[in-house]
């Protein structure tokens, strides 16, 4: 079955390294994947989309890259802040019209 | 603007109530969207409305109906709660359905007992 693993567990950085967040997909080619950030009781906020003939694509602090050969897409925050934890959720979009989001990765920056 | 809006915010259930929660937006976006969120589970679709006059089936429709009633408001109905469908469910909007970002509502937090 189509599957879109995020690292279920919390990451922990200190604040102003690079944070590093990993989307690994099975068993289909997604046409793009985005990013997406969620705040405790609220709901998710876009980041970035990018697609499948795209290797990186960013936006401030933020990179995203795309490997087609891995099936996996890396979300970078550099320069990290404690404004930066948060869960971020990792989506994709198959050709076949089908939405498969990640369980999202908590990211928490300590001063 | 207020982006997407959902009520209510919190909803408590018996088992075999029905309700249904509201979703507008005032984006003029085309396609709109129903999730739900479980605890260490990822959002799952339950339906969509690719654009108004038209509804499809998710990935956990079962338990859910849909109504798009014009181009800003998608409802969710539950006809008869169940325990299992106890979780948060988000409305989403976006400009079509594949390649645009989507805007999510805050989410309406429901507990069936």
């Known amino acids: 079955s189509q599957k879109i693993e995020q690292n279920s567990e919390a990451l922990n950085i200190q604040e102003g390294k690079t944070a590093t967040l990993t989307c690994n997909y099975t068993?289909?080619?997604?046409?793009?994947l985005q990013w997406y950030r969620q705040d405790p009781g609220r709901g998710p906020v876009f980041l970035l989309l990018?697609?499948?003939?795209?290797k990186e694509k960013r936006k401030e602090r933020l990179k995203v890259t795309f490997d087609t050969t891995l099936k996996q897409s890396l979300f970078h925050i550099t320069a990290s802040q404690p404004a930066d934890s948060a869960t971020y959720l990792c989506?994709?979009?198959?050709?076949?019209?089908?939405?498969?989001f990640g369980s999202g990765t908590r990211l928490s920056i300590r001063p | 603007n207020a982006g997407v809006t959902q009520t209510p915010k919190f909803q408590v259930l018996k088992t075999g109530q029905s309700m249904t929660l509201q979703c507008a937006q005032d984006?003029?976006?085309?396609?709109m969207y129903w999730y739900r969120q479980d605890p260490g589970m990822g959002l799952r679709l339950i339906y969509y409305?690719?654009?108004?006059?038209?509804?499809d089936k998710g990935e956990v429709p079962n338990g859910y109906n849909v109504s798009r009633l014009n181009k800003r408001e998608f409802s969710l109905r539950l006809e008869s709660a169940a325990p299992s469908q106890t979780s948060v469910y988000f409305c989403?909007?976006?400009?079509?359905?594949?390649?645009?970002?989507?805007?999510f509502g805050q989410g309406t937090r429901l507990t069936v007992v």
């Open positions: 989403a909007s976006s400009f079509r359905t594949d390649n645009t970002e989507a805007f």
């Open positions: 068993n289909y080619s997604p046409a793009y």
């Open positions: 990018i697609r499948e003939n795209e």
């Open positions: 989506v994709s979009y198959s050709s076949a019209s089908k939405i498969i």
């Open positions: 984006m003029n976006h085309n396609s």
């Open positions: 409305s690719a654009s108004e006059g038209t509804t």
